[in-house]
């Protein structure tokens, strides 16, 4: 198979923790052929989609002692060329969010990718309907109680009847700019303020569930099924478990519950062709849909002594 990859500056990804370079790593440890790009390549000619591809060797990441041995250097990457990603049996679409003007034109342009030769993961318009934040609404049975405004009065009575709140930003990752509201905080409205952008930019509302203390888990899904869990265990003093706010990855299982709200999203997963999806779940409420680059693959493989890159590769292999 030929795979392109769609990522950040390849030299800025961290091998012991991204699961691009899990899955890219995995695609040539089976001897597929991988290519890298940036968005800014990304270009329409005679009505197809082109991309500046480079071939790409990722040298292998071995686990000792419970812990991710990165070789120097750790991939090698070939002069590269201009031509149709219609040359790819697969394309990935990986740059890490938030969503940008950018992010969403090279959205558009892979929309002239031929998908009679090539399959987009994730679906260029699965990937546009789905903010990560917005799109777990639909699951009403599954979240907890949440609303989206940017208006200061109605946060404060959604705080002030919940006792205790989170308010997210529709646009961050990696926990970036999430608050806890509590009744009483003399700083709520500088918060709502700022976090709205003076009552002009929407966001996010949910009740704080007190499990946020245990774990953030996030849950892999590969076609809809769950492939894998990491739980992401906030920090002493902090509210939040992403790892990049300083959280510990932990061994998990999926709970019954869990599966549920698994299955329950799958059919909807797989109508939006949003295929390789991360969802993250508080005691047993979905709080996030990731589409465009989810985590936690290296996570999960070091904990659970498993490859799930190569579970994907094989699934590929299926589908060509």
Not at 16 to 24: E, F, I, N, R
Not at 50 to 73: C, E, H
Not at 111 to 125: A, E, F, H, I, R
Not at 134 to 145: D, E, G, H, V
């Amino acid at each position: 198979m030929k795979l392109a990859f769609i990522i950040d500056p390849i030299a800025k990804l961290d091998p012991a923790h991204d699961t691009s370079v899990a899955l890219m790593e995995a695609a040539c440890r089976k001897g597929h052929e991988v290519f890298i790009t940036n968005m800014n390549t990304l270009s329409v000619k005679d009505g197809k989609a082109w991309a500046f591809l480079q071939s790409t060797k990722i040298y292998p990441v071995p686990l000792v002692d419970g812990k991710w041995q990165v070789p120097s250097p750790w991939y090698e990457v070939a002069e590269g060329k201009f031509q149709p990603l219609e040359d790819m049996h697969f394309v990935w679409m990986r740059p890490d969010p938030p969503v940008t003007t950018e992010y969403l034109y090279a959205t558009y342009i892979l929309d002239y990718v031929d998908t009679g030769k090539t399959k987009v993961l994730n679906s260029p318009q699965g990937i546009r309907a789905a903010n990560e934040k917005m799109y777990a609404l639909q699951f009403t049975k599954a979240i907890p109680k949440t609303i989206v405004t940017a208006d200061k009065g109605t946060i404060r009575e959604f705080v002030a009847t919940e006792g205790k709140a989170v308010m997210k930003p529709l646009g961050g990752k990696g926990g970036e700019g999430i608050l806890f509201l509590e009744v009483g905080d003399r700083n709520m409205n500088s918060m709502i303020e700022i976090s709205t952008n003076i009552g002009k930019t929407p966001v996010m509302v949910q009740e704080y569930l007190p499990d946020a203390q245990k774990g953030d888990k996030r849950i892999i899904l590969l076609d809809g099924e769950p492939i894998g869990a990491v739980n992401r265990v906030p920090q002493s003093g902090e509210f939040r478990g992403n790892m990049a706010a300083g959280g510990s990855a932990v061994q998990v299982n999926i709970t019954d519950r869990e599966r549920e709200i698994c299955n329950h999203l799958a059919p909807i997963l797989r109508r939006d062709g949003l295929m390789f999806v991360g969802i993250d779940v508080i005691g047993g409420y979905l709080t996030e849909v990731n589409v465009t680059s989810p985590t936690g693959v290296r996570e999960i493989d070091r904990l659970d002594g498993v490859c799930l890159g190569d579970r994907v590769m094989d699934w590929l292999a299926n589908l060509k």
